[in-house]
């Protein structure tokens, strides 16, 4: 399993990153990403509420990686790695950050007397993107390709058509609830769930070349075309049967529009996916009270959050 989040994870706004208890959030979440396993977040502007520095400190010795290919500093240095490389049962996973754009340098981090405030800027992101997935493509000879986009629903359709070489996008910025997979061009987008009350779960079968297709809708075709087997032969059971000329002509043209209908089925099948080929099945985990808590990540959001307290 390879664990990861889409960003916008830190805080409810970047202002609320200022409220007394903001930095034990902050530091509580990235703790138990890190204890779960998250081998990458993308970078999202909920994230900077207390700046690049704390966010750096934060993961310096983590498995955590944070990720952006296309936020600078002031002085237009990149300040998070652009991609993680990782193999999962013998493929290997790229895994591409991005953040939104900006047309200028903008203010992160909370002004301290005396120091300069720091400045990132969101380069466009699609450029930047499009030349991470090339280099990850020809150098590190990846097999599937994950876009961790904290940008809007929007920014990551556009994402997922336009730059060729993403498998999927997993979008996270305007707290969308569950939703379903999107194929746009040769990617999908999967929206993970909002303000981790889900899990989105997504299982690859990765054999195969070309797009991956949705495992879910190949199964309704794969339904519907059982559906138009079993017509077709009750139709021209009826028109074997039948001696009146206009209902045989009209169970002709009925067959006739039945087996149109069945042979695009099967070319569209046979077109994508095969059971041995690239598929994908999302489904979601709800994060409800039938989910039990963990005793020990509970106190420690109970120091942060006391019962009864209004964030709690």
Known sequence: MLVLDAG?????????????????????????????GTAAMAVGTRDLG???????????KAKLKLLSAN????????VFPASLVTKLKGVTVGVVGVSPETPKPVPVGIPAKGSPQELVQGLPGDPAVAAEVQRLRKEAGVDVV????????????????QVEGVDFVVQSNDGRPPGYAQSQGQATVIPPGDRGRQLAKLVLQVAGKGRFEDAAEQDRMRQSLR???????????????????????????????????QAALRKT???GAT???????????????DV????????????????GSAAH
Do not use: C, W
Not at 13 to 27: G, I, L
Not at 50 to 55: A, D, N, S, T
Not at 146 to 161: I, M
Not at 282 to 287: G, P, R
């Open 227 to 261: 559906l138009l087997d079993d017509n077709i032969v009750r139709a021209k059971q009826r028109l074997a049967g039948t001696q009146d000329a206009a209902q045989k002509a009209a169970l002709e043209k009925s067959v006739a529009s039945l087996e149109a209908r």
């Open 269 to 271: 099948l046979e077109g």
């Open 292 to 307: 039990p808590a963990d005793p020990g990540v509970q106190k420690r959001v109970e120091r942060v959050e006391p019962p």
């Open 50 to 60: 207390l700046g690049v520095e704390f966010l750096q400190a934060q993961t310096r």
């Open 146 to 161: 994950v876009v961790l986009a904290a940008v809007s629903y929007d920014e990551a359709l556009r994402l997922a058509d």
């Open 8 to 36: 916008n994870a830190l805080f409810k706004s970047r202002d609320s990153a200022s409220a007394p208890d903001a930095r034990a959030r902050a530091e509580l979440v990235l703790a138990q990403m890190e204890a779960q």
């Open 275 to 289: 059971p041995a080929g690239r598929t994908h099945l999302l489904s979601y985990i709800q994060l409800g009270s």
């Open 71 to 78: 936020l600078v500093d002031g002085q237009g240095k990149r």
